[in-house]
């Protein structure tokens, strides 16, 4: 990001990164070679890097400066806390309800693979799917797309 800067509207580098995030996502829910995983990995790995930067700018754009620091830890708390979530379902959701699941459809182990690790491999690919759809909608919604042009007009004293 340092020697490209993105597009000129962050928010399409942003939901093209997502995009490209998800692609690996679904990538490496499918992987099955060691070269596969690690390119998949590489990919989500880039393009966050691309995504992370893109909304950093367009927070840092409409948040007034006097604000940047309550909005900032505010937004890194939230994001943080609902990370919890995913981590905290993924176990029980692929061991009480995935792998009993798919062992009742061999044609979605051959894709994904057997057992545990074939769950968790269709919940990468599934949450690939999902950002996918949300990049989608993105692209689609004028608001999402116009988010950089609402820039802050007064500095709030807070």
Not at 53 to 79: E, H, K
Not at 128 to 154: Q, R, Y
Request: net charge positive.
């Amino acid at each position: 990001m340092t020697f490209w800067g993105g597009t000129k509207k962050k928010v399409f580098s942003l939901l093209i990164g997502m995009m490209i995030t998800g692609i690996g996502s679904i990538m490496l829910g499918i992987s099955n070679t060691l070269p596969f995983f690690i390119t998949s990995i590489l990919i989500i790995a880039i393009t966050m890097v691309i995504t992370n930067a893109s909304s950093q700018a367009i927070w840092q754009s409409n948040v007034p400066p006097n604000l940047q620091g309550r909005v900032f830890s505010a937004r890194r708390f939230i994001a943080q806390f609902i990370g919890i979530i995913p981590m905290a379902a993924s176990g029980p959701l692929v061991d009480k309800v995935l792998t009993p699941f798919f062992a009742q459809f061999p044609f979605i182990t051959n894709l994904f693979g057997t057992g545990k690790g074939g769950s968790i491999s269709v919940l990468a690919a599934a949450g690939g799917f999902l950002t996918i759809i949300v990049v989608i909608i993105g692209l689609s919604s004028p608001l999402v797309m116009n988010v950089e042009d609402n820039k802050p007009e007064t500095q709030l004293d807070l």
